[in-house]
């Protein structure tokens, strides 16, 4: 049996529940926006914090905001669940941040070419013309982040799956 899916409705049925929680989701964003920021700004540490510890928080965040959606009692607390998971949801990061940087190859490769081709001629930026600008760089980076986000629209959803399941492994 098909349904028919409003977005409009989706939309208000969302808002509803939104609505319902507001004060806990504010205080549950504001809390994770002051732990992103302020462990993202340590010098050196703000890196390894970025890249280990707030992509499990975003997964929390994740997990708060399908437990308001289901309306199954949210907690300022679920933003800390991604911890529980935190193997899965790491090697998750990872693996998404891999295929992300293998799908920019085209454009990284094409860029260094065309970088290092402009670095070794003689040429002066003030003889820039609208011939020197580099149009297939331009075209390769638009249609590699076409390709790209459409893996990524596809493959987000694997984070609500994985903070939805707790037995399910990467």
Not at 19 to 46: D, E, F, N, Q
Not at 94 to 116: Q, S
Request: glycine content about 10%.
């Amino acid at each position: 049996m098909v349904q028919d899916v409003s977005v409009g409705e989706c939309l208000a049925e969302g808002w509803a529940y939104y609505k319902r929680y507001i004060l806990l989701s504010l205080a549950t964003l504001v809390v994770y926006l002051v732990i992103a920021i302020v462990g993202g700004v340590i010098p050196i540490l703000g890196f390894i914090f970025g890249l280990l510890i707030t992509p499990v928080l975003a997964n929390g965040l994740y997990f708060y905001f399908l437990n308001v959606a289901r309306d199954s009692n949210p907690r300022l607390e679920d933003i800390f669940a991604g911890f529980r998971r935190y193997g899965t949801l790491i090697g998750l990061h990872f693996l998404n941040l891999g295929v992300t940087i293998i799908g920019m190859l085209p454009t990284i490769i094409y860029a260094f070419v065309a970088f290092a081709r402009f670095f070794t001629s003689d040429f002066q930026p003030e003889d820039m013309g609208p011939g020197d600008i580099p149009w297939g760089l331009l075209a390769v980076a638009f249609l590699n982040a076409i390709v790209l986000m459409l893996f990524l629209v596809r493959y987000f959803m694997t984070y609500f799956i994985v903070m939805d399941e707790p037995r399910m492994g990467l």
